[in-house]
Nanobody, 115 residues
Framework: QVRLVQSGGGLAQPGGSLRLSCAAS????????MDWYRQAPGNQREFVAR???????NYTDSVKGRFTISRDNVRNALFLQMNSLKPEDTAVYYC?????????WGQGTQVTVSS
């Protein structure tokens, strides 16, 4: 069974940095695209970034140049480095993958950007 366990996040000041991690198990991690999504209060969950098995990445426009998604296929881990954080980045962040046609989500991690 696929399991995604997140860590990291917390409180940062505007302009600060945070790093999220997502440990995957129960799947051949290196073969599958991995994503980060986020959901702010009152909003729908939105796509943030994706990394495919070969390492190519794409980002939603609002985080380009500030966030970096990466993966470690040896440790079966996914990361999101968030720099130059803004208050509008405040949300619960989720790692995600689709495996054998099913969606799997991490438990969610709160990121709050506030002075």
């Amino acid at each position: 069974q696929v399991r995604l366990v997140q860590s990291g996040g917390g409180l940062a000041q505007p302009g600060g940095s945070l790093r999220l991690s997502c440990a995957a198990s129960g799947m051949n991690f290196r073969l599958f695209p991995m994503d980060w999504y986020r959901q702010a209060p009152g909003n729908q969950r939105e796509f943030v970034a994706r990394i495919i098995s070969g390492g190519s990445t794409n980002y939603t426009d609002s985080v380009k140049g500030r966030f970096t998604i990466s993966r470690d296929n040896v440790r079966n881990a996914l990361f999101l480095q968030m720099n130059s954080l803004k208050p509008e980045d405040t949300a619960v962040y989720y790692c995600h993958t689709k495996y054998r046609g099913m969606d799997f989500w991490g438990q969610g991690t709160q990121v709050t950007v506030s002075s």
